[in-house]
């Protein structure tokens, strides 16, 4: 896009942003090609908010990048993977950049995205993971972060030429979601893909118990009566996505979409099972996060079996393409 991009995208983007980045589905332009604006003469700034501060620091994008992989991803995690996560963390950030065409920070104009992860991604400064790892592993973490962001420089996610949205989350549990499965808008590179190396799927296993009483408190009087012994079950699963997780179930008399169920009792994933024992309900769940686009302990898993990056992100974004964000 050219510096002087046509307000149509301008909206478009505005449109994906407004909601947070936890929770967006993504959106494609149509018939609109990706046209770089010309490179700075210095290295390309970003405005960022920071949440621990209180203020809007400006950083180097790449240098920027660092503390987004570091912040998001484990360090443990294989090189390549941490390379897939830097290229989709560099594609966000341009996406919400004012050079690029994006409206920036909505809840802070001035920036161009926040570290608050509900509506930009995590990020965290050097000082504060040579705290949480301490100083001995700080070294050895640090230059391999570095290492990702550096030899993937510049790189983004295109689709038909245009930034994606490059949305990620830690553990599908074996397969990733397709995004109208969770946020109702169906974005052609966000389809569901299975996940055979997701070594993190029987880590993020967990069983939760809720009193009846809590769920109708949570969930409002149209549930009705929870009840083990009635007529009719306290829980039913009504539609399952592609992947095996609860679009859609029925608690009591009320009907809730399986996102809906999951963010109001704070679970982990929509891979639920339920047991009913007593006046309780306990759901076990299986993953962590919403499932769509780029599953973090699967790009690890793939990392280990000899797979690049490219070939990672292009397996999590169908129809991908990894270009330099200035052109060639």
Same mark, same amino acid.
């Given at each position: 896009m050219k510096k002087l991009i046509l307000p149509s995208i301008v909206l478009v983007v505005a449109v994906v942003i407004m909601l947070p980045a936890a929770i967006t589905g993504g959106f494609v332009p149509k018939d609109i090609s990706y046209r770089p604006p010309d490179p700075p003469p210095g290295a390309v700034m970003i405005k960022v908010w920071r949440e621990? /501060?209180?203020q809007v620091e400006t950083m180097e994008l790449e240098e920027y990048l660092k503390g987004v992989v570091a912040a998001e991803m484990p360090a443990s995690f294989e090189l390549e993977a941490l390379k897939a996560q830097a290229v989709a963390a560099r594609t966000f950030a341009i996406r919400r950049m004012k050079i690029f065409g994006g409206v920036g920070c909505l809840s802070h104009p001035e920036a161009d995205i926040s570290t608050n992860p509900t509506e930009g991604q995590a990020w965290a400064s050097a000082d504060t993971m040579r705290e949480r790892w301490g100083y001995f592993s700080f070294a050895k973490n640090w230059a391999k972060i570095e290492e990702a962001v550096k030899s993937t420089a510049g790189l983004i996610i295109v689709y038909r030429g245009e930034p994606i949205d490059p949305v990620f989350h830690s553990c599908c549990g074996g397969r990733t979601e397709n995004s109208e499965d969770v946020w109702q808008n169906a974005t052609p590179y966000l389809r569901s893909v299975a996940c055979p190396h997701d070594r993190g799927a029987e880590k993020f296993v967990e069983t939760t118990s809720f009193r009846f009483s809590d769920l109708v408190a949570a969930f409002g009087p149209e549930v009705g009566v929870l009840s083990a012994s009635g007529s009719k079950p306290v829980v039913q699963i009504l539609e399952q996505s592609q992947s095996g997780k609860v679009k859609r179930l029925r608690l009591g008399e009320? %009907?809730?979409? $399986?996102t809906d169920f999951r963010l109001k009792l704070g679970l982990k994933s929509t891979g639920m099972t339920f047991q009913v024992s007593g006046d309780s309900l306990a759901v076990t769940t299986k993953g962590y996060g919403h499932g769509v686009g780029l599953c973090q302990y699967g790009a690890d898993g793939f990392a280990k079996q000899g797979y690049g990056y490219e070939e990672i992100l292009k397996h999590?974004? /169908? $129809?991908? %393409? &990894? &270009?330099?964000m200035f052109g060639d």
């Open positions: 621990d /501060t209180g009320a %009907e809730l979409r $399986g999590y974004y /169908t $129809g991908v %393409e &990894i &270009i330099p």
